[in-house]
């Protein structure tokens, strides 16, 4: 038996029931702004947003579509407070309603100023404003780049500097806006074309203005070229109380771009008058030095050790004289002994023998000639070795023949006498070096203790 109510009522199917929903959720609220704090942000494979927007009480869910979030110039995250503009909606295939997202706002500071922080915090955390990776500006650059607007006054006022300091600058413009959509890719572009060209070094300039009329500074796409940019980059941006990402990333900030011209390039005249004076000041120094060196070799020259070298070797041959004295002494007792047994010996001769003591002495004396003459020969040769080795002990320990030898004499310049030690010098100390063929005056650099063993030989 059918039953007559249900009969006459209109039944939905589940589709159907959602669309009829979402027409009139839709109507209802076709343009509404929501106040809350973002909560379970996820963003899919960085296209679609999906969050939750709630407040102490209730959570309502939200989605921004790619065509909607890629032109919001903060970055929506979690915990963020944030009014967003949009409508309501039936997702019908969860029968879920759900308020899609058109603008969105942060609450409390501007957009900009929420994304300045935002960009600001994200590129220090990654080393873009650490100063190990600041390049050095060149004192005195062969071509400076300038990304400007020719048609402002930044131009003439960077210009005019650079006239003032150094008239004879090579100075290669590239014209670019600095304001509005497509100025950031020009000044991308235009770093790429001054680094091509080949500058030393590149300027960016800009007059004063908004944090809107400078965002073109504040982008990531403008850090990032800045940053990995092979030459050295100047920003000037606006006065000197704005401050842009580019100021940050940059090698160097200029306050004006009037003072950014007085970074780049040094003063010329100021410069030139300082080398003269440097080069005056060493001239006297070096004058002063040669007459004190100078001064120093003539004293040395007099010293008597230099003057009449030979002194050192009187001792020495008074020792020689003393041996060869004592030889010939030694030699004139062997020989007087030796005709004194003669006497003897003749002494003691039989008259009757004579002619068999004659022959028998004759063989003795031959052979006592023999073992005599061996015995001075052989003690001659002897004080000739003993003579041979003082003299070669002479003529080591002679100071002439160890300067000749490549061997060198230090001298204390204080305290006038020769140095045998490292224990005796002190580093940064000045001393002096004796060769062959003259005196040099130095200073100890540094000093090593190393004993050195008996047995040592110069390689050399």
């Known amino acids: 038996m059918e039953d007559y109510s249900i009969s006459k009522t209109k039944v939905y199917t589940v589709s159907e029931l959602n669309q009829d929903i979402k027409r009139n959720v839709e109507a209802g609220y076709p343009d509404i702004w929501v106040e809350g704090e973002v909560s379970n942000f996820y963003f899919h494979d960085k296209k679609h947003m999906y969050f939750d927007l709630k407040d102490e009480n209730s959570k309502i869910k939200v989605v921004m579509f790619q065509n909607i979030n890629r032109n919001l110039i903060f970055d929506i995250e979690e915990g963020l407070h944030i009014l967003i503009n949009g409508y309501i909606s039936l997702y019908e295939k969860r029968g879920e309603y759900q308020l899609v997202a058109m603008d969105a706002r942060p609450v409390g500071k501007g957009a900009l100023i929420l994304a300045f922080e935002q960009l600001k915090k994200k590129l220090g955390e990654k080393g873009y404003f650490d100063v190990i990776n600041k390049k050095s500006i060149p004192l005195l650059p062969g071509r400076i780049g300038l990304v400007t607007s020719t048609g402002g006054a930044v131009i003439r006022d960077i210009i005019l500097v650079l006239k003032e300091r150094f008239e004879n600058f090579h100075l290669i413009v590239r014209d670019v806006n600095v304001q509005g959509i497509t100025s950031s890719d020009e000044i991308c572009e235009a770093i790429d074309e001054l680094c091509e060209y080949g ?132 030699i004139g007792a062997n020989l007087k002994t030796v005709e004194n047994n003669l006497i003897n010996i003749c002494r003691l001769i039989d008259k009757k023998n004579i002619i068999d003591k004659i022959y028998s002495f004759k063989t003795v004396i031959k052979n006592s000639d023999i073992r005599l003459i061996s015995t001075v020969n052989n003690y001659i040769n002897l004080k000739k070795s003993k003579i041979k080795y003082i003299m070669g002990k002479i003529a080591d320990r002679n100071p002439v023949n160890i300067l000749e030898r490549g061997f060198a004499l230090l001298y204390g310049v204080e305290k006038d006498r020769s140095i045998k030690s490292v224990r005796e010098v002190n580093v940064d100390q000045a001393v002096r070096i004796l060769l062959r063929d003259g005196v040099l005056s130095a200073r100890i650099f540094d000093k090593i203790y190393k004993k050195i063993e008996p047995g040592f030989k110069n390689e050399n």
Request: charge should be positive; aromatic fraction near 6%.
């Open 199 to 330: 500058v030393d070094v590149i300027i960016i300039a800009r007059g004063g203005g908004s944090l809107e009329d400078l965002w073109a500074f504040n982008t990531e796409k403008i850090a990032g070229k800045i940053f990995e940019c092979p030459v050295p980059i100047i920003s000037a941006i606006g006065h000197e109380t704005d401050y842009t990402i580019s100021d940050f990333v940059a090698d160097r900030r200029a306050a004006t771009p009037s003072v950014a011209a007085e970074i780049v390039i040094l003063n010329k005249r100021e410069t030139v008058e300082k080398i003269e004076t440097m080069v005056k000041r060493a001239r006297s120094l070096i004058s002063s030095e040669v007459k004190i060196r100078k001064k120093e070799i003539l004293l040395l020259m007099r010293r008597r050790i230099f003057a009449r070298p030979e002194t050192l070797l009187d001792r020495f041959n008074q020792v020689v004289s003393e041996l060869n004295i004592r030889l010939e002494r030694d």
